[in-house]
C-alpha cells in the first residue's frame, strides 16, 4: 500500500505504473485519487490500449478488452444511493445488463 | 451476462449459484429474460414493468405479474450491481485473461458524500464495499476527488465522511493538495478571461 501524498506530475507516473503492474497480474486495485476528469480518461485510453494489445506486451490479444463505466456521485437531495443505481440503469439498459 | 459464462449455458440455478440467494438470482433472470418469469396475459410489455422495478417501485400486483416477491432495497441494489459487475467481468474461476474483461471503474466527485445525511452516506460507502469485496481480480475502481482546490484537512475529512470500513480495501491514496488555494477572487477573475 501507498499512502504517501505525491506531486502532480510524479502521481500520475505513480499511477501509471500501479496500473500496469496490476494488468499484468489481473488483481484488482482500489484507488482514491483527486485527478481531473481529463487525466482520468487518459489513463483509462492508456491501459485500454495495453490491455487490448496484449497484456503489457506480452503477445497475446485479449478479444474481452476493458470495460468501462464511470459513475458520477449524486447531490445530497437525490437519495444519492439509490440515484447512483438508477444511474447505471439508465446508462447500460436491460439489453447492456444481460 | 450470457457471455460471463463462457459456453452461454446458465440458467437460474448458476445464477443463485452467483448469486448466493433466490431473491437475486431471480430477479437476474428476469433481466436475461423478462418475458420467461412474467405472468402470462400481461397487457403491460414486461421490459417497461422490470425497468420500473428496477429504478422505482412496484405494486403487489405488479410484482405479482413479474414473478417477483417484493421490491429492492438499496442495499439489493448494490448487490445486484456487484453480480452484474461480476457477470461483466466474467465469472469462471481463475485468472485466465482470455475468459475475463477488465472493469474500470470511476466514482467521480468523491468531496458530494460531505452534503448526505448520516443515512445516505451510511448507504452509499456500504454499497461502494458491497462493489468492492466481490472479488480480487481484473477490477480497476477509482474513487476520485473532483474538486482540485480542496486541501489536505478537508481530503481527510471526505475520508472520514466514508468511515473506517471502506479503506480496508484502499489499495493507493494518490491525492495531492494544491501547494496554493486559489481564493474565491481568483476565480471569479479568471471565470470573466474565458
Known amino acids: 500500500m501507498s499512502f504517501k501524498p505525491l506531486e502532480q506530475p510524479a502521481m500520475r507516473k505513480h499511477a501509471e505504473e500501479i496500473i500496469e503492474r496490476s494488468l499484468c497480474t489481473g488483481d484488482s486495485i482500489f484507488v482514491l485519487s483527486n485527478f481531473p476528469f481529463t487525466v482520468l480518461k487518459e489513463l483509462k485510453e492508456q491501459v485500454q490500449q495495453t490491455w487490448m494489445a496484449g497484456y503489457g506486451g506480452q503477445g497475446r490479444p485479449l478479444v474481452n478488452g476493458l470495460r468501462g463505466q464511470t459513475f458520477e456521485l449524486p447531490w445530497a437531495d437525490e437519495h444519492p444511493a439509490r440515484t447512483l443505481w438508477n444511474r447505471f440503469v439508465e446508462m447500460v439498459g436491460l439489453s447492456g445488463m444481460r | 451476462m450470457e457471455q460471463a459464462f463462457g459456453d452461454g449455458s446458465y440458467d437460474e440455478q448458476a445464477l443463485q449459484e452467483l448469486t448466493g440467494e433466490t431473491f437475486l438470482s431471480a430477479v437476474l433472470a428476469a433481466i436475461v429474460d423478462p418475458y420467461a418469469r412474467a405472468a402470462s396475459g400481461l397487457t403491460v410489455d414486461p421490459e417497461a414493468l422490470l425497468l420500473a422495478f428496477l429504478t422505482d417501485t412496484c405494486s403487489t400486483a405488479e410484482l405479482r405479474k413479474l414473478g417477483l416477491p417484493h421490491n429492492l432495497t438499496t442495499e439489493d441494489c448494490f448487490r445486484l450491481l456487484r453480480f452484474i459487475l461480476k457477470c461483466q467481468k466474467g465469472v469462471l474461476p481463475g485468472k485466465d485473461l482470455a475468459t475475463h474483461t ?3 471503474l470511476v466514482f467521480d466527485g468523491a ?8 443515512k445516505e452516506r451510511s448507504l452509499l460507502s456500504n454499497g461502494l464495499i458491497t462493489l468492492l469485496s466481490f472479488g480480487s481480480t481484473f477490477i480497476t475502481c477509482w ?6 482546490l480542496l486541501d489536505e484537512e478537508e481530503i481527510t475529512q471526505i475520508m472520514e465522511a466514508y468511515g473506517t470500513k471502506i479503506w480496508q480495501y484502499l489499495d493507493y491514496k494518490l491525492v495531492d493538495a494544491p501547494e496554493e488555494k486559489i481564493t474565491a477572487e481568483e476565480i ?7
Open chain 2, 188 to 194: 471569479i477573475a479568471h471565470a470573466g478571461e474565458e
Open chain 2, 143 to 148: 474513487l476520485n476527488i473532483a474538486d482540485p
Open chain 2, 111 to 118: 468531496e458530494r458524500l460531505l452534503a448526505y445525511s448520516p
Open chain 2, 102 to 104: 477488465r472493469l474500470w
